[in-house]
């Protein structure tokens, strides 16, 4: 560990110039360049399998739809979370633990901001499937490229001005030490710890918001596939059933690793419960990662349209090499 590790900065009203970022406790020196390598590997898959979304989406014509075009601003947003946080801590374990105050507020900004657009992004896509299957002769007028490209930029615009103010309001309070961030990147809950004057204000309207951002997209979820549901179990045809849930059983595997745990762990830390420091970091890597690394998998696999896609085109890709085995 540094010796930055234990300095304090307790007479000063400036402030400190760098944190230290702590990661996971009690794993031995020798073994960084192991646990760096580790989660050099996650960012490779985490990246390749959200750029292979954007590109074959883009590649092919027939995917180009409303539903696909949702699914690319999630995998930006994927790409954005993975790229913000996992270089940084590959650094801590390859290379240094120390990072400077500004790139550690930027830092912050840009895993909240990634993190409310995937929220929001969760709630168009329900909204897509509820529009689909609740009011299937008007989805066409409704959900159009036109619609989505208007929601998309929406969302994506008002919270770079929400993050944006949020990060102005923490930035006001001065961080005097310790400066050792208790998490593997910086993020808002870490970097308020360290302030040195009375934050609860700040602490009350981040929670506020964080729980407008993660609650009200879950309830008009829930609102939406309870909706589902029902005028599903309405379909007379066993087949047509079964089609329209498997429509929607990616999303809600998707939005169940999303919203759960994180609920799970916003509720227990506000009404006074402590996980152990590893405990803790483990939980939000876990659900912060693990559904960017998986969603491309899921639209690969679970997706009927993608997935004919993808097989016809190894497919063709198959016998397009076997005649030129038997030309040669």
């Not at 590790?5 to 400190?16: F, P, Q, R, V």
């Amino acid at each position: 560990m540094s010796i930055y590790t234990e300095t304090l900065y307790k007479n000063s009203t400036a402030n400190i110039p760098e944190f230290v970022i702590e990661g996971f406790t009690g794993i031995p020196a020798k073994y960084y360049g192991l646990v760096g390598t580790f989660f050099f590997f996650i960012y490779l898959m985490l990246a390749s399998g959200n750029v292979f979304i954007l590109v074959f989406v883009a590649c092919e014509k027939s995917l180009q739809k409303p539903t696909y075009i949702i699914f690319c601003n999630l995998a930006i947003s994927d790409l954005g979370f993975g790229t913000t946080t996992l270089p940084g801590i590959i650094a801590k374990y390859w290379m240094s633990e120390i990072i400077s105050f500004n790139v550690c507020f930027t830092q912050m900004y840009f895993v909240h901001y990634f993190g409310t657009c995937t929220s929001f992004l969760m709630a168009l896509m329900a909204l897509d499937r509820f529009v689909a299957i609740c009011n299937p002769l008007r989805y066409p007028v409704l959900i159009t490229h036109t619609t989505i490209a208007i929601l998309c930029s929406v969302l994506w615009i008002g919270s770079l001005l929400i993050l944006g103010a949020i990060t102005a309001y923490t930035l006001s309070v001065p961080y005097c030490g310790p400066n050792i961030i208790r998490h593997c990147y910086c993020d808002s809950v870490s970097i308020r710890n360290l302030a040195c004057a009375d934050i609860t204000a700040i602490q009350d309207t981040s929670f506020a918001i964080a729980m407008t951002v993660l609650w009200g997209p879950l309830f008009y979820i829930i609102f939406s596939y309870v909706a589902i549901i029902i005028s599903v179990m309405k379909i007379s045809n066993k087949d047509g059933r079964y089609k329209a849930f498997l429509t929607c059983t990616p999303q809600l595997f998707i939005i169940c690793l999303y919203y759960l745990p994180r609920s799970f762990v916003y509720i227990a830390r506000n009404v006074g419960f402590r996980f152990e420091t590893n405990l803790y970091t483990a939980m939000v890597m876990t659900y912060s990662l693990f559904p960017a690394l998986i969603n491309p998998l899921i639209y690969c696999f679970r997706t009927k349209e993608i997935k004919d896609t993808l097989m016809k085109k190894l497919k063709q890709r198959q016998v397009r090499v076997n005649r030129k085995g038997i030309l040669t």
